[in-house]
């Protein structure tokens, strides 16, 4: 049952079906696009539709109630589609009288070549067009009209979709959606194209291309691509920086960016008037969707009942075949039996035949072995690509988390400069570069000129430039180092057994604990921060008293920078009972920048007294935000006894330090006695026993580049 | 899918071949006729052998039309919308006598060249 509607077609009143008006309109419409350049265009027009209805009549005279699907459909095949018409222009500048038009339009000649057989319209931006495949689908035509678009056999393309099915289900369900049928190449209606709307733009036309392509308005598009920067504006949620979110999540602001990057360099803009007619065409919306999957899922559903009963005939064929020969086999020699068996023979060729009839046509022969090494080879390649793609990511991102804190670290000027040609040169233009490349290399296109390639590959070495030149700056900025001398704090030490180290109380400024993005840049807005690039050390004393001794290190670009800078770095102790106040961390402001400043801590505890440090203290063995190697000067700061845990009680043997617990068990006596002990352990066994402990606090990696050194020496050569 | 190129070569050609004398034969056809209309155009060219698909031909007349080659006039008619009958011009009769000494020369060389 149709829904029939009436129409006022070129002044008659035709009765017609809902679904044949669609396709009289479609054709309508790709009559209108074909003679979209002609001269006399509505002309021609209305004539071919004065025609069509003349016919109408005619059919509604003959005693049809109204017109129908087939009726339209016979009508257009008789008028000829647009793609077959004869229409040439070539042949009018050749006749004669084309010399008394000069005005005449000559068409460039792909432009009118009859398009009887290719699927391809000429534009001015077309390739080959990706397409589901009508006629040879079996559920929606994707993997036929992908396997086309690569040139592979639809059946391998299947093949390779049901072994991923799991991974395939979603792109086959947004392809069937998103990409046209060849039943609308056919018919010639307007198809929409993804362009950039440059006389819409704002930066690059992006926003306003996809607002066109999906008719929604444009500034829902934009808003929608500056969310995520909004969240971090308003500090909610936004990416941390440490986890890495869903790629699409709307607090995760570099994907907006790199989206937005990529789609400016994939999709093109609108060139001719008709590149923007097809860019506004007929908006991809939900009914045109919802009709399309339902009608292939229809065509499906009947496929699939005829299958199935193909397999219900055969079934029975073959259970009758064998029932037969079972009574052959029980059935005496004789002529009924020959008869039988002749009858039988009768029966198997009908049956033959109609196995033969139901074997579905044998799709052309490709060469099956090759296709299937072309699709392993690009897997392989694309599992090749993948990692390396994502460890540039990693970092690409990674510096761009780090940003705020780079204003700590670099002098503006050239430094600022350098920073950001290395980021965006050096690390980004490659994944960018691979990504393209990538695409280019699966659907085939050779239009990677020379000229892009080169391109990308200077803006590389470029990159690779900018960041050598700013490792060799900031290298020399950190090429000298220096130690404060060493201070003492005076530890009163009368009846103290055991040293208790504590940090100072802390106020809410203090900690680095980021929890969040917006902590992160919060504490990295202020004119100073804290690090907590301290180092405390317990060691034996050489008499009877606790001792606390500290020093400050800095690097600089000169000796007298590195001691002023060393100088500058504030702290403070105190004491109160047997407890000891050290300070955990301390300033670093924008103006004298981090220079690897450090705070070395000695607290010499004499043999049979105790320390125990107390876990709020939360300062480490070893230096954490550390660049370069530990200066240049062999020192006794670095070594020295290190590992302690938290909330454990030491004792000071003649050994060393030990666990309070331990040297019970061992029995070993707290002797008082003064054992000569050379203090100046070795550097060896330090350096090899030294453990990173792993901190409380989230902090930046260590960032021991030790070729950094290198450049330093190399900077310090040239006497940058 | 492959052997659709060599298709494509001889199908240009033969729609080239087409392509020459369409305007010939449709000139002919209307002046036999003195007045003819597109539909009764199509139908006589099919009779003839020579498919023609009538989206083709409107946009041929139009041009020819506008050439001044032609002229039309609308006549009602009964069953259906007014129709467009179609007449040569002085000019178009002349144009047509120029096109039928072109074919029959071409017709006696082609005729020579491909006797065996």
């Given at each position: 049952m149709k829904k029939v509607i009436n129409i006022n077609f070129q002044g008659t009143i035709i009765p017609i079906e809902e679904t044949a008006y669609e396709i009289l309109q479609k054709y309508s419409e790709s009559l209108r696009r074909h003679f979209a350049k002609e001269e006399g265009r509505d002309e021609i027009i209305n004539d071919i539709e004065t025609r069509i209805s003349e016919l109408f009549s005619e059919t509604l005279k003959k005693g049809a109630t109204c017109i129908t699907d087939d009726n339209v459909n016979a009508v257009i095949n008789s008028m000829g589609r647009p793609e077959d018409f004869d229409t040439d222009g070539d042949a009018y500048s050749d006749t004669s009288f084309a010399q008394q038009k000069t005005t005449e339009n000559t068409y460039p000649a792909n432009n009118t070549q009859p398009n009887n057989y290719n699927n391809t319209q000429s534009h001015t931006t077309s390739g080959k067009r990706l397409f589901r495949?009508?006629?040879?689908?079996?559920?929606?035509?994707?993997?036929?009209?992908?396997?086309?678009?690569?040139?592979?056999?639809?059946?391998?393309?299947?093949?390779?979709?049901?072994?991923?099915?799991?991974?395939?289900?979603?792109?086959?369900?947004?392809?069937?959606?998103?990409?046209?049928?060849?039943?609308?190449?056919?018919?010639?209606?307007?198809?929409?194209?993804?362009?950039?709307?440059?006389?819409?733009?704002?930066?690059?036309?992006?926003?306003?291309?996809?607002?066109?392509?999906?008719?929604?308005?444009?500034?829902?598009?934009?808003?929608?691509?500056?969310?995520?920067?909004?969240?971090?504006?308003?500090?909610?949620?936004?990416?941390?920086?440490?986890?890495?979110?869903?790629?699409?999540?709307?607090?995760?602001?570099?994907?907006?960016?790199?989206?937005?990057?990529?789609?400016?360099?994939?999709?093109?803009?609108?060139?001719?008037?008709?590149?923007?007619?097809?860019?506004?065409?007929?908006?991809?919306?939900?009914?045109?969707?919802?009709?399309t999957v339902q009608n292939d899922l229809n065509e499906f559903k009947d496929k699939a009942q005829k299958w199935g009963k193909d397999v219900s005939g055969t079934a029975k064929k073959w259970s009758k075949e064998v029932s037969n020969a079972a009574q052959n086999f029980t059935k005496k020699n004789d002529d009924s039996n020959m008869e039988n068996y002749s009858s039988n023979i009768e029966n198997d060729n009908n049956y033959n035949q109609q196995q033969l009839a139901n074997i579905p046509p044998k799709t052309e022969k490709r060469n099956g072995i090759p296709i299937i090494l072309k699709v392993l080879g690009y897997i392989i390649l694309g599992l090749i690509i993948a990692p390396i793609l994502l460890s540039l990511f990693g970092v690409g991102i990674g510096f761009m988390a780090v940003l705020p804190a780079t204003d700590f670290l670099l002098k503006s000027g050239w430094e600022t400069v350098l920073s950001w040609g290395t980021f965006f040169l050096f690390i980004w233009v490659p994944i960018i570069g691979i990504i393209l490349w990538f695409f280019r290399l699966i659907t085939g296109n050779r239009g990677g000129s020379s000229a892009i390639r080169a391109t990308f590959i200077g803006l590389w070495i470029l990159g690779w430039m900018c960041f050598f030149g700013l490792f060799s700056f900031v290298g020399h900025d950190f090429s000298h180092s220096a130690y404060t001398a060493p201070t003492t704090f005076d530890y009163k030490d009368n009846n103290v057994k055991t040293m208790v180290v504590r940090a100072f109380p802390k106020d809410e400024y203090s900690d680095w604990d980021n929890?969040?993005?917006?902590?992160?840049?919060?504490?990295?807005?202020?004119?100073?921060?804290?690090?907590?690039?301290?180092?405390l050390k317990i060691e034996q004393s050489k008499d009877d008293h606790f001792h606390v001794e500290s020093a400050a290190y800095a690097n600089g670009k000169s000796k007298e920078e590195a001691t002023e800078l060393a100088s500058k770095i504030e702290y403070k102790f105190d004491q109160k009972d047997s407890t000891l106040f050290v300070p955990a961390d301390f300033f670093i402001n924008r103006i004298d920048k981090f220079r690897n400043q450090r705070l070395y801590i000695k607290i010499f505890v004499p043999i049979g007294k105790q320390i125990i440090v107390k876990g709020d203290v939360k300062i480490h063995h070893n230096i954490d935000i550390n660049i370069g190697p530990a200066g240049m000067h062999k020192n006794n700061w670095d070594n020295g006894d290190n590992y302690w845990d938290y909330d454990i009680v030491y004792v000071m043997t003649a050994e060393g330090l030990k666990r309070l617990d331990e040297d019970k068990k061992d029995g070993t006596e707290k002797s008082n006695t003064d054992k000569e002990k050379s203090s100046n352990t070795n550097d060896d066994e330090n350096n090899s026993g030294d453990k990173k402990e792993t901190s409380n606090s989230k902090t930046v990696s260590n960032k021991t580049f030790t070729f950094y050194n290198m450049a330093a020496l190399l900077s310090n050569k040239f006497s940058l | 899918m492959y052997c659709k190129n060599q298709n494509m070569d001889i199908q240009n050609t033969q729609s080239q071949m087409?392509?020459?004398?369409?305007?010939?034969?449709?000139?002919?056809?209307?002046?036999?006729?003195?007045?003819?209309?597109?539909?009764?155009?199509?139908?006589?060219?099919?009779?003839?052998?020579?498919?023609?698909?009538?989206?083709?031909?409107y946009p041929l007349l139009t041009r020819l039309k506008n050439a001044q080659l032609l002229t039309y006039r609308w006549v009602e008619s009964v069953s259906g919308p007014p129709r467009k009958y179609f007449s040569l011009t002085e000019e178009g009769q002349l144009f047509y006598k120029e096109l039928e000494s072109t074919w029959k020369e071409m017709a006696d060389a082609v005729q020579l060249l491909t006797a065996q």
């Open positions: 495949d009508e006629n040879h689908k079996i559920l929606g035509g994707v993997c036929s009209g992908v396997a086309n678009y690569f040139n592979i056999d639809p059946v391998i393309m299947r093949i390779v979709a049901l072994v991923f099915s799991s991974v395939v289900l979603i792109p086959y369900i947004v392809i069937w959606i998103v990409v046209p049928s060849s039943a609308t190449q056919a018919i010639g209606s307007p198809r929409k194209r993804l362009f950039r709307d440059t006389d819409n733009k704002k930066i690059a036309g992006v926003c306003a291309g996809l607002a066109q392509y999906f008719g929604v308005n444009t500034r829902l598009v934009r808003i929608l691509f500056l969310l995520p920067f909004i969240s971090i504006v308003f500090r909610m949620n936004h990416w941390s920086g440490w986890g890495f979110p869903h790629f699409l999540s709307l607090s995760f602001s570099p994907a907006a960016t790199i989206s937005y990057l990529i789609l400016w360099i994939l999709v093109p803009e609108t060139k001719t008037t008709s590149d923007k007619l097809e860019m506004k065409g007929k908006p991809v919306d939900l009914n045109s969707i919802k009709n929890q969040d993005f917006s902590d992160f840049l919060r504490y990295f807005g202020n004119d100073s921060v804290k690090i907590p690039n301290v180092a | 087409r392509k020459g004398v369409l305007e010939f034969c449709i000139l002919s056809v209307i002046k036999q006729g003195g007045e003819v209309y597109p539909g009764d155009i199509a139908t006589k060219m099919k009779e003839a052998n020579l498919h023609i698909l009538e989206g083709t031909l």
